[in-house]
C-alpha cells in the first residue's frame, strides 16, 4: 500500500521568512496530493491540493510542487506569519479507481516565531 | 457554510464495553469516511463508504469496527469491545467524488 514520508518534523522559521515542508510517496498510481494544517486540539483543513496532472499550484502565500518521476511535492509557505504556526500534514491518494482514502504523512509542526 | 458535525466531542469508556460514534456529513456528499488520530501521531485512514457499502478499509479496521448509514444523514463507527489502545481522536470526513474531504471536528475516546 502507499506510504509517505514527511521531512521535517518540526521546523521553526522568523517571521517573514519562508517554510519548506516535503514529502514523498511509493505509489506511483496516486494521484491527489493535498495538504492540511491542524492547529491544536481542531480537525484538518485543507489548505491547498494539487493533482497529478499539474507540477505546481499557489494560493497567496502558499504553493505545492510536484515531482511525479521523483515521487516527491512540497509545500512552500512564504512570508510566514504567527497565525501560520499549526502542524502540517501532507498526504496522498488515489482518485479514480478507488474512493480515494487520503494516506497521511507524520506531520510537521511549524513555528512561527514573531 | 456546511460542516461536518460528530457527536460526542468527548466519550469516555470502559475497556471492553461497545461505543458509537456519530457523524452528520455534509448534505450532498456520497463519500464518507474513518481516521483515528492518537495523541502527538499522524491521521490514519480507517474506512471508507459508498453507497451503501464499505468501499476500502485499512488494517486496523478489524472484526471489532464497524460503519452503518442508518439513516439519510448520519454515518455511525462502532467499536464492538473497546481496547485501550482505541484511544484517539476520531475524525469523520466527507467529499462528492474526486474532491476535497471535509473533515469532522472529531470525537476523543479515553478507554480506561
Known amino acids: 500500500g502507499e506510504n509517505v514520508e514527511q521531512h521535517p518534523s518540526t521546523l521553526s522559521v522568523q517571521e517573514g521568512d519562508s517554510a519548506v515542508i516535503k514529502c514523498t510517496y511509493s505509489?506511483?498510481?496516486?494521484?491527489?496530493f493535498p495538504w492540511y494544517k491542524q492547529e491544536l486540539g481542531k480537525r484538518p483543513q485543507l489548505i491547498i491540493d494539487?493533482?497529478?496532472?499539474?507540477g505546481e499550484k499557489k494560493d497567496q502565500r502558499i504553493a505545492v510542487t510536484l515531482n511525479k518521476t521523483a515521487k516527491h511535492f512540497s509545500l512552500h509557505i512564504t512570508e510566514t506569519q504567527p497565525e501560520d504556526s499549526a502542524v502540517y500534514f501532507c498526504a496522498a491518494s488515489i482518485y479514480g479507481g478507488s474512493q480515494g482514502n487520503l494516506i497521511f504523512g507524520k506531520g510537521t509542526k511549524l513555528s512561527v516565531k514573531p | 457554510e456546511p460542516e461536518v458535525t460528530q457527536t460526542p466531542s468527548h466519550q469516555v469508556t470502559q475497556m471492553g464495553q461497545e461505543v458509537i460514534l456519530r457523524c452528520v456529513p455534509i448534505?450532498?456528499?456520497?463519500?464518507f469516511y474513518w481516521y483515528r488520530q492518537i495523541l502527538g501521531q499522524k491521521v490514519e485512514f480507517l474506512v471508507s463508504f459508498y453507497n451503501n457499502e464499505i468501499s476500502e478499509k485499512s488494517e486496523i479496521f478489524d472484526d471489532q469496527f464497524s460503519v452503518e448509514r442508518p439513516d439519510g444523514s448520519n454515518f455511525t463507527l462502532k467499536i464492538r469491545s473497546t481496547k485501550l489502545e482505541d484511544s484517539a481522536m476520531y475524525f469523520c470526513?466527507?467529499?462528492?467524488?474526486?474532491?476535497?474531504?471535509?473533515f469532522g471536528p472529531g470525537t476523543r475516546l479515553t478507554v480506561l
Open positions: 505509489d506511483s498510481a496516486s494521484n491527489y
Open positions: 470526513a466527507s467529499s462528492v467524488p474526486y474532491n476535497e474531504q471535509f
Open positions: 494539487i493533482r497529478s496532472n499539474v
Open positions: 448534505s450532498n456528499h456520497l463519500y
